[in-house]
């Protein structure tokens, strides 16, 4: 390729070259200098600070999933604690339940056998007046009876003599 046949703008002059590379050096250097510190400087700094926010980040997360554990830990034992207290509860009602039942059983008991001497002592006491009445009607049947019966002497002492017969046969 020939390059003297290409535009001026294109093959720049050797003074122009140097120049620029002049040019070049001093910004390069005044950048290297001051630039590059203080870019190179707040890029640590915000790597740094990158750093520490991940590090704060995960310290709260282990945190978090501490708080987490010690919450289920929390909840697990208030769930035994409540299954206790019902279990506890349930055995409560099961005695009270029970004991009303037995004191039911010996009441209704106690309570029966009464009323059973009541009604054994009311019986006795009715069968006891109907045999005074019954005893009291005999009498007085009887009386009328013999009365009718024996109102001849005649009869009496036939009744007398069939009486003496019936007791001498039993004997």
Do not use: C
């Amino acid at each position: 390729m020939d390059f003297t046949k290409l535009p001026a703008i294109l093959t720049p002059d050797l003074g122009l070259l140097f120049w620029m590379l002049l040019a070049f050096l001093v910004v390069f250097f005044v950048l290297a200098k001051f630039g590059f510190p203080a870019i190179v400087n707040m890029v640590s700094e915000r790597k740094r600070y990158i750093d520490e926010s991940l590090q704060k980040a995960h310290e709260a997360s282990e945190r978090l999933e501490n708080i987490r554990q010690e919450g289920e830990a929390m909840l697990q034992e208030a769930r035994e604690k409540q299954a206790q207290i019902l279990k506890e509860a349930a055995q409560t009602r099961d005695d009270i339940v029970e004991k009303a039942q037995e004191k039911a059983k010996t009441e209704g008991a106690r309570l029966l056998s009464e009323a059973k001497a009541e009604i054994e002592s009311e019986k006795q006491q009715a069968i006891s007046d109907i045999r005074a009445q019954v005893a009291e009607l005999s009498v007085e049947i009887a009386g009328k009876v013999l009365r009718e019966k024996l109102s001849s002497d005649a009869e009496q002492m036939k009744l007398i003599e069939r009486l003496l017969d019936d007791v001498t046969a039993k004997k």
